[in-house]
């Protein structure tokens, strides 16, 4: 049985996360004019507020990837002062996005275990999914002069438990117009973090969310245990040249991996043989929780994740 969501991303704790919505009955609401410009910019406004780091996005026509870290660790650091004004920014919510922080009126003061709430709420995605999602259906349908639901769910989050899944999600989500087909090039891609590791374009129509994009930096990712996801130690640079690499393996059926993923991928247990055939298929990572191939079963065994969860490369 799938677990409720409050346990699934639970507010206040540290993890890796790639979230999926998708507009109801697979129709294509997104591609209408300005409206991938406006999830962009509205995404990006929440990233202001919210102790959450954006580790890569993918605005397709007709469903959304993002990968969040959340921060508590950054929420932790903040003020009460600054906690009471990122609080009611969050909350003064207009077309999508929260107020300014720098403006939002300050408010009575929080007790401890409002304070320890209010930090918790403000290091998880929630909110911003949910305004976003909510204003960007109020405006489609008020420029359509209609009603009803355009997404259709509230989303799918997977976990990504360690450093094999980590990057295999990040190459999977760069790759999503080129899986479909829209370009022939990463590179080429319009709103999407390939497009920005690859090649940063400052006068892309969602440069404004490529801004926020994590430079990773070969510091440890915390993962939701706390613990460091495995042993991290590549760079935006090193995930763009894999994701480049990866396309050239799909799109001419020949190639090779670079020296440095050739030597860290089998230590990660991400399957080098079948990395650019599973890369190539839609839905690979559709559910669950992401392990690299040779934890999860591990994983399975000592019950650190339920028995309905999907493994790197398929369902165990």
Partial sequence: MRRPRSERIPHGQAGIWHIVSRCVRSSRLLEGAGSREWLSA???SWLDVLAVDLLGYAL???HVHVIVRTRPDVAAGWTPGEVRRRLVASAAVSDGRPGLPSEAPVGSRLSADELMDARALLSHPGAMLRAVKE????RLNRSEGTAGHVWESRYQDIALLDAGGVLACLVYVDLNPFRAGLVKDPKQSQFCSARHRLAVDKKAPDAVLALRLTVLNGHPLLLGDGSPA???AWTSGEVA???DA?????RTGSGRLPSWANELLPRLGVAHEHWSER???PGMLASGNVLAAHRTRAALATGRMPSDKSGLFGRV
């Fill in 42 to 44: 509205a995404f990006a």
């Fill in 135 to 138: 204003g960007f259906a109020r």
């Fill in 241 to 243: 040249e894999l994701t």
């Fill in 230 to 232: 495995g042993s991290w």
């Fill in 246 to 250: 990866t396309a050239r393996m799909i």
């Fill in 279 to 281: 890369m190539s298929r």
């Fill in 60 to 62: 397709m026509g007709n």
